[in-house]
């Protein structure tokens, strides 16, 4: 099974960017679709972005559209979540996922069958 890790987190100002990384070891990530998923203290696990195998089709999530930027390199085994005008609603745990078979048209948890651990991204002044 594909196993993830997740990189680059942490606390950053209202307005700031952070990017973070989902590097995948133990199987290529090339037959996969990854996606981001958050999740706030209190609330659901929620989809944030998907992008296909080919990194040709990717799905966002409305809040987050033009300030979150999906990416991967299948060379590198890794992919990208560029996030930029970060708002403190935008705190969260943050995971990287993965499915073998279908696409990204559903962010819907159970879908994914690999996930990272998470990383930890506060937005706060």
């Known amino acids: 099974q594909l196993q993830l890790v997740e990189s680059g987190g942490g606390l950053v100002q209202p307005g700031g960017s952070l990017r973070l990384s989902c590097t995948a070891s133990a199987l290529p990530m090339d037959t996969y679709a990854i996606a981001w998923f958050r999740q706030a203290p209190g609330k659901e696990r929620e989809g944030v972005s998907c992008i296909s195998r080919s990194g040709l089709s990717t799905n966002t999530l409305d809040s987050v559209k033009g300030r979150f930027t999906i990416s991967r390199d299948n060379a590198k085994n890794t992919a990208y979540l560029q996030m930029n005008s970060l708002k403190p609603e935008d705190t969260a745990v943050y995971y990287c996922?993965?499915?073998?078979?279908?696409?990204?048209?559903?962010?819907?948890?159970?879908?994914?069958?690999?996930w990272g651990q998470g990383t930890q991204v506060t937005v706060s002044s």
């Open positions: 996922a993965a499915r073998r078979f279908g696409g990204c048209a559903t962010l819907a948890t159970p879908l994914f069958s690999s």
